[in-house]
């Protein structure tokens, strides 16, 4: 039995005021979905088996530059971040693991791992931090870490990242994100070909000790915190990376790491077609890197990414097995909920997208047909799939309203007497 915080009790109390309804609404969808030669089991089957990781840093209040509000009983250290993960997952049964950030994250190995078996949860990708400085490393990251122009900064940011898989080693990871902060805030300030030529070294330095059965995912983002040029700016250089490093290395996508108006689900289709789509980190944003939960703002883009994905499925493209992971700053509401929500929404955009018909569209695409196409899609968003979802969740064990079942959990009350604030503390948005 796993040592959880959340009352197997109180889930199926929450759930037997729910189920009738639920029965209801799934028979109506099944039968809807029939009618289009669906079978609503196999989605059900398809959506309980999608997961996605949670990150350790989105259980802590988020923050802009200006100013951090924290909220009530928020975690102090990993091992409390792991018991709110567990919440979500126990909740959802959609996010099983947690992937870890480092230095925020570093404890006994062997504690992490005995502590996420009590929960029954598992690490995904390790996260590494070279964009701030840890309080006791020999040299500032200030102008740069992966790129920076001096040899010992960039070997020390080596370093880290080869902590970073040892740790992982120990966890059970089996990947490792790297997202450097590196560029330049002024025309002039950096040699475009020189940083990215140091950066490239670097990276196949980490690459060297990435073990065989790892993964390196990179991640690139437009701007911020370089504010006139990033050396990892986007996915056309971040493709050029992983090409050169080799067979182990792809592409990181964030969605909120592009322009305004870039359309990512393209480039997610350009990385499917070229056999380097890493993974994604998951959130929604309005105007840029905002952090927002998935869903959010732009539901349909959202959907429309899992187009991609699911198209890729379907047509069984070799090796294509993406790490799916949410990458979100909480800073107005209860980080646990927002995770739940996003959780459902990625599940949803899955579900939404296991709908589409993809034969007609092929056929509307060779006819030119370019509005029943695009209704094709359509049809597909348009079904309120909120029945498949909760029904997947109830058959695992999870909740049929989770934010609900929560918020009856009075689980923010009680870890708010047993965690006294904390000052400061990582905002954590990368
Ligand atoms: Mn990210």
Known sequence: MYDLRMSGDLIAAENAAREGALKNDYEALGANLARRNIDIEAITAQVAQFFVAVPSWGVGTG???????????????????????????????????????????????????????????GFDAMNSNTFSDAPDQPHSYKFGSLSHVDLAV???AVEHNIECIEIGEAIGSKAL??????????????????????YLAAMGEIYKNLPDDWRIF??????????????????????????????????????????????????????????????FHFNDSKYGDDDLDAGAIEPYRLFLVFNELVDAEHRGVRGFH???MIDQ?????DPIESLISSANEIRRAYAQALLVDREALSGYQDDNDALMASETLKRAYRTDVEPILAEARRRAGGAIDPVAAYRASGYRRKVGDERPAVKGGSGGIV
């Open 63 to 121: 923050g802009t530059r200006f100013a951090r509000f924290p909220g009530i009983g928020e975690p102090r250290n990993i091992f409390d971040k792991l018991d709110d993960c567990a919440v979500i997952q126990q909740l959802t049964r959609a996010t099983p693991n947690v992937s870890l950030h480092i230095p925020w994250d570093k404890a006994n190995p062997k504690e992490l791992k005995a502590k996420a078996e009590a929960l029954g949860l």
């Open 154 to 156: 960039r070997a020390q």
């Open 177 to 198: 994100t790297v997202w450097v902060g590196d560029g330049s805030n002024f025309p002039g300030q950096s040699n475009f070909t020189r940083s990215f030529e140091r």
């Open 218 to 279: 990179s991640e690139h983002k437009m701007y911020e915190p370089a504010f006139y040029s990033s050396v990892v700016q986007d996915w056309g250089t971040n493709y050029l990376i992983a090409s050169m490093l080799g067979p182990k290395a792809f592409c990181l996508v964030d969605l909120g790491h592009h322009a305004p108006n870039t359309n990512i689900e393209m480039i997610v289709a350009r990385l499917i077609q070229f056999g380097k789509l890493g993974g």
């Open 322 to 324: 993406p790490a799916h």
């Open 329 to 333: 700053s909480h800073n107005v509401t």
